[in-house]
Antibody, heavy 122, light 111 residues
Framework: QVQLVESGGGVVQPATSLKLSCATSGFTFSNYAMHWVRQAPGKGLEWVASVSYDGSREAYPDSVKGQFTISRDNSGNILYLQISNLRVEDTAMYYC???????????????WGQGTLVSVSS | NFMLTQPHSVSESPGRTVVIPCTRSSGTIGSNYVQWYQQRPGSAPTILIYEDDIRSFGVPHRFTASIDRSSNSASLKISGLQTEDEADYYCQSHDGDSRWVFGGGTRLTVL
């Protein structure tokens, strides 16, 4: 079965960097675009990054562009999210999610991990 | 860039029916598919409805969704409410290029 397991979260200080990982199994990782979605405490879902199946294309909303970098290792079936210059408002649960479509960007997320919590505090 | 607007909360009694609307701010609701996710407390979201009105595997027929071009909105209807339906529900759409948009979420209370 499809499994997505995030890691790398924790309590970090403002202005530092962090790299989140999402280990995947149960499907052919290299066939699917992947995404990161975050959820601040008590708030709604916010899409923050996407990468195409082959890593050739990335997408970000304006709110995180230049601060977040998504990448993938298709040989190891792992998705990454590098967050630089962390701010208090980046405090959130970060979920990785699989795209619904094989080979290119689809329009929704069909499998989600359980999330990794990032808390930015001095 | 469009937004999706949902009510913050709705409540209804067990056995009754509730409808959660999701209104698109600009552009046409029918131009991009709408999805619905359910998020139970302490859990990750799961896909409930995709491509406007298709139930995901294992989702009960009590859950139905539709779009209404006249109001530029989508809606999720849950019939025969059960206490286990208490959750947050999010609508989501895509701009056709590379931007995914979520509604703000609606907390359903079954009381």
């Amino acid at each position: 079965q499809v499994q997505l397991v995030e890691s790398g979260g924790g309590v970090v200080q403002p202005a530092t960097s962090l790299k989140l990982s999402c280990a995947t199994s149960g499907f052919t990782f290299s066939n699917y675009a992947m995404h990161w979605v975050r959820q601040a405490p008590g708030k709604g879902l916010e899409w923050v990054a996407s990468v195409s199946y082959d890593g050739s294309r990335e997408a970000y909303p304006d709110s995180v562009k230049g601060q977040f970098t998504i990448s993938r290792d298709n040989s190891g079936n792992i998705l990454y999210l590098q967050i630089s210059n962390l701010r208090v408002e980046d405090t959130a649960m970060y979920y990785c999610a699989r795209d619904s479509k094989v080979r290119w960007f689809g329009h929704y997320f069909d499998y989600w991990g359980q999330g990794t919590l990032v808390s930015v505090s001095s | 860039n469009f937004m999706l607007t949902q009510p913050h909360s709705v409540s209804e009694s067990p056995g009754r029916t509730v409808v959660i609307p999701c209104t698109r701010s600009s552009g046409t609701i029918g131009s991009n598919y709408v999805q619905w996710y359910q998020q139970r407390p302490g859990s990750a979201p799961t896909i409930l409805i995709y491509e406007d009105d298709i139930r995901s595997f294992g989702v009960p027929h009590r859950f139905t969704a539709s779009i209404d071009r006249s109001s530029n909105s989508a809606s999720l209807k849950i019939s025969g409410l059960q206490t286990e339906d208490e959750a947050d529900y999010y609508c989501q759409s895509h701009d056709g290029d590379s931007r995914w948009v979520f509604g703000g979420g609606t907390r359903l209370t079954v009381l």
